[in-house]
C-alpha cells in the first residue's frame, strides 16, 4: 500500500532563517507531488506541484521553492523565513495513471511552522 | 471570480438533520471533483469522489452539475461526529491528475 512521510511535525523557526521541509512517498510510483500551506483560519493554498523529477510548477510568487530530486521525494525550502510564512504545509500525491475521478489527492500528517 | 467557492458557514444543525453544501467553480472544462473532510489540526481526508452522475455513500450524495457549473454534498441524519470543515476540490481545467485547487471549505456544527 501507498504511504506519504512528511516531517516534522511542528516547527519553530525565527525570521530570516532558512526552512527545509521533505516529503516522500512510498508505495507507487511516478505520482504526482503538491505541497499545499493552510494559514489560520484559512483555506488550502496550492504552492508546488510536480508531474515527475526536477519538474517544478509553483503557483504564487513568494519566498519558497521546491524540489523533487528523486522520483518520490519533493522538498520545500526558504533562504529567509518570514513571518508570514507561518502555517499549516501539508505534502500530498496522487496518481496520474489512474483516471481522474481515481485519482484523489493523499496527504501527509502536516508540518505545522511558526515563524517567530 | 475565484476558481473554487463555499459558503463558509458555519452551519449550525441539529443531530438527525440534513444539510446541504454547495460549491461552485469557475472552469467549465474541469473534469475530476471530490469533496475532503478536514477535522481541526488535522490534514484533509477524502470524503467521496463526485461522479457526473451523481453518486452515494451511506449517509453522504454528492452530485455535478456541469451546466450551473456547482457540485453539492447531501448530508442526511446528520451525527456529531460529522462536525467539521467541508472542502470542495476541483482540478485546474485542461491538467487532470494535476492542479487540485481547494474550496475554502464549509464549517459544519452538528450539536445533540
Known amino acids: 500500500s501507498q504511504t506519504i512521510h512528511q516531517w516534522p511535525a511542528t516547527l519553530v523557526q525565527p525570521v530570516g532563517s532558512p526552512l527545509s521541509l521533505e516529503c516522500t512517498v512510498e508505495g507507487t510510483s511516478n505520482p504526482n507531488l503538491y505541497w499545499y500551506r493552510q494559514a489560520a483560519g484559512r483555506g488550502l493554498q496550492l504552492l508546488f506541484y510536480s508531474v515527475g523529477i526536477g519538474q517544478i510548477s509553483s503557483e504564487v510568487p513568494q519566498n519558497l521553492s521546491a524540489s523533487r530530486p528523486q522520483d518520490r521525494q519533493f522538498i520545500l525550502s526558504s533562504k529567509k523565513l518570514l513571518l508570514s510564512d507561518s502555517g499549516f504545509y501539508l505534502c500530498?500525491?496522487?496518481?496520474?495513471?489512474?483516471?481522474?475521478?481515481?485519482?484523489?489527492?493523499?496527504f501527509g500528517n502536516g508540518t505545522r511552522l511558526t515563524v517567530t | 471570480r475565484k476558481e473554487v467557492e463555499q459558503d463558509p458557514g458555519p452551519f449550525n444543525v441539529p443531530e438527525g438533520a440534513t444539510v446541504a453544501f454547495n460549491c461552485t467553480y469557475s472552469?467549465?472544462?474541469?473534469?475530476?471533483f471530490f469533496w475532503y473532510r478536514q477535522d481541526c489540526r488535522k490534514e484533509p481526508k477524502l470524503l467521496m469522489s463526485v461522479y457526473s452522475s451523481g453518486n452515494e455513500d451511506g449517509r453522504f450524495t454528492a452530485q455535478l452539475n456541469r451546466a450551473s457549473q456547482y457540485i453539492s454534498l447531501l448530508i442526511r441524519d446528520s451525527k456529531l461526529s460529522d462536525s467539521a470543515t467541508y472542502l470542495c476540490v476541483v482540478n485546474r481545467a485542461n491538467q487532470a491528475g494535476t492542479a487540485l485547487i481547494f474550496g475554502k471549505g464549509t464549517t459544519l456544527s452538528v450539536s445533540s
Open positions: 472552469n467549465s472544462a474541469s473534469q475530476s
Open positions: 500530498a500525491w496522487n496518481n496520474p495513471a489512474m483516471s481522474s475521478y481515481n485519482s484523489p489527492l493523499h
